[in-house]
């Protein structure tokens, strides 16, 4: 009986391990600021610095799911920032891309999308129908979309954006004590649209399978290289949006835009629970996972440690997550 109830205890341990991970940090976060990092703008701030690199994490969280992974993210982003800033540009500022011409509102939106999409359409042809491995893949479209965007901007600031477009990312609502960020809201909506792909669509199934077994995918008639392409598409829209959402916030795009935030999107789906093996992942998790990131990032700029130290936290974050990963899996690799 005491067995049964170790091992039970065990397995709710191991399926809940992200959460625990979460309310544990937070404890120590509270304690160690005297709770003041609890207050609704601490949080709020929390949530502002994460929901960018949500869309981002949901991305390549679906492909880490199919057994891909991608490193372009952050040029991908940093790309089709500048695209949607350069769309979004005050017409009559001086050195502005498109100089005396003015764009309505869907055009920075709709042209941050393209973007996005097109790099993800182009990753999952190489991927699915090229067969060259992800991890070559992304890193040559990654060093592809950032001297695209060195052409592009000229090397220049992207800067003078209208004010509709800087209220997409920068305005909130509510009462004003509990002032809401339409950030918050646009990632409790595209997790929602990842959810029902991922669980309740046909598609979202052919994803798991591929990553837990691409050729018995195939053999069961899963036509692996379109849901590739599919998948590599998905998350490129995704980075189109974060993109999109990036430049509004910022207000501005330049070269420096979404620096290293594949390092921050992989490391966040991995510590949620999506296996590097393939096949495992839920969105619920990499949300958590993403929360749990950003609390370290804001706990350590919070108690004013410095900011390099934040690099070897990650780093070594990723490892210790891939580590217990690959020996949670093993059994059924």
Known sequence: ??????????????????????????????VLTRGRALTWDSIKTLIIAEA?????????????????????????????????????????????????????????????????????????????????????????????????????????????????????????????????????????????????????????TNFYAIGGNAQAARVSGINVEKDLVCVYFYAGLLYGCAGVLLASRLALANALTANGMELDAIAAVTVGGVSQNGGVGTVGGMIIGIFTMGLINYGMSFLAIDSYYQYLVKGAIIIVAVFFDMKKYAKRA
């Open 52 to 204: 960018v690199r949500a869309f981002a994490s949901l991305g390549v969280g679906m492909i880490i799911i199919t057994k891909g992974i991608d490193l372009s993210i952050g040029y991908v982003v940093c790309l089709t920032a500048s695209v949607a800033a350069s769309f979004a540009q005050i017409p009559t500022y001086e050195t502005a891309l498109y100089y005396g011409h003015s764009f309505p509102l869907f055009m920075p939106i709709l042209m941050g999308l393209v973007a996005g999409g097109l790099f993800g359409l182009f990753n999952g042809v190489l991927v699915a129908y090229g067969k060259l491995p992800p991890f070559i893949a992304t890193l040559g479209t990654m060093s592809i979309a950032r001297g695209i965007q060195l052409i592009y901007t000229k090397a220049a600031i992207v800067s003078s954006l209208t004010p509709k477009f800087k209220a997409i990312a920068q305005n909130s609502f509510g009462p004003s004590f509990f002032q809401i960020p339409y950030l918050a809201v646009y990632v409790v909506v595209i997790a929602f649209i990842v959810w029902v792909l991922l669980r309740h669509t046909k598609q979202g």
């Open 1 to 30: 009986m005491k067995d049964t109830r170790d091992l039970k205890l065990k397995q709710m341990m191991s399926k809940y391990t992200t959460f625990v991970t979460f309310v544990v940090l937070l404890f120590v976060l509270a």
